[in-house]
């Protein structure tokens, strides 16, 4: 990737799929309302309003807002670990909202995650290729063929072949998160939900894995339901863009228009606060944003 991360050219501007009605998409999330229900004083929260969104074979929809607008739940319900209070889920066109244990099961060889800290969601008492291999091996696939599946994974993520011997550890950030986006393409799946995969790394560094995530859509054909709370980001690996404001969706659209004239204030306010490494334009980003909050 040339350039920083807020100058790239973003992935909905060349080469996007053509974007899919919710009934023929791969991923369609309809009138979604999540509840969470506090132990201590049974008060319930509504963490999500009515959301509805699609994401289409082989695109990805970026999925950004603050903390605690909702945009990581919509992630936890489509992976079946946030409850469904109302709505529906359907995934390659079987409903998933209430899907139970076996059927979940039988989703992971579709329908895959890469979390936010890329050494705790790594077992550190285990070598990569124990790592990688586990899914395979759950999913009934021999040592053999998990072995060989392996071997690409590693070259697909542009690993050296020896690190499947090497403890998690031993890499660097952006390394770890390298082979949990090797862990989440070991199934070939049809979507992967990335759940802030790069916030936790530098932006040189973030960078780099998302040029990953671009090729190995390219290779793949794999569709993502992109997490973060950072528009600069989501513009770069997304084709289309859905932003979140306390569990409402507010603005939805092409990743070009959103993220570069953005039409909810909300968003504008979203766009003056993601960093930029040049200084002088990110003092007039403060500015914009001290004079936007002042109306």
């Known amino acids: 990737m040339t350039g920083t991360i807020s100058d790239a050219q973003p992935a909905g501007t060349a080469g996007a799929p053509s974007d899919q009605a919710a009934g023929s998409a791969l991923l369609a999330v309809e009138d979604l309302v999540v509840e969470f229900r506090a132990k201590r004083f049974g008060r319930t929260f509504r963490a999500l309003h009515g959301v509805s969104l699609h994401v289409g074979a082989g695109e990805t929809l970026g999925l950004v807002g603050e903390s605690g607008s ?66 395979l091996l759950v999913q009934g696939i021999d040592g053999a063929e998990a072995r060989s599946r392996i071997s690409t994974l590693l070259d697909r993520v542009h690993l050296p072949q020896d690190a499947m011997h090497r403890m998690p550890r031993e890499f660097s950030g952006g390394q770890r998160q390298r082979i949990a986006i090797a862990r989440a393409l070991a199934l070939r799946p049809k979507l992967i939900v990335c759940d802030e995969p790069v916030s936790a790394l530098d932006l040189s560094t973030q960078a780099r894995v998302l040029d990953l995530f671009l090729e190995l859509q390219e290779t793949t054909g794999v569709s993502y339901l992109f997490v973060s709370h950072d528009l600069d980001v989501v513009r ?33 306010r979203l766009l003056l606060a993601s960093p930029v490494p040049d200084p002088d334009r990110q003092a007039e980003r403060r500015a914009q944003r001290r004079e936007a909050a002042a109306r």
Do not use: M, W
């Open 236 to 268: 770069v690996v997304s084709h289309r863009v859905a932003v979140l404001y306390r569990g409402e969706l507010v603005e939805q659209g092409d990743a070009e228009q959103v993220t570069r004239d953005p039409r909810h204030e909300y968003t504008r």
């Open 70 to 135: 909702g945009k990581s739940t919509i992630g936890r319900a489509v992976l079946g670990l946030a409850p469904v209070t109302e709505g529906r889920i359907r995934f390659d066109g079987q409903d998933i909202a209430a899907a139970n244990r076996s059927t979940r099961k039988a989703l992971s060889r579709d329908l895959q995650v890469v979390f936010q800290d890329p050494y705790s969601s790594l077992n550190p008492a285990r070598t990569v290729g124990d790592t990688l291999s586990e899914p």
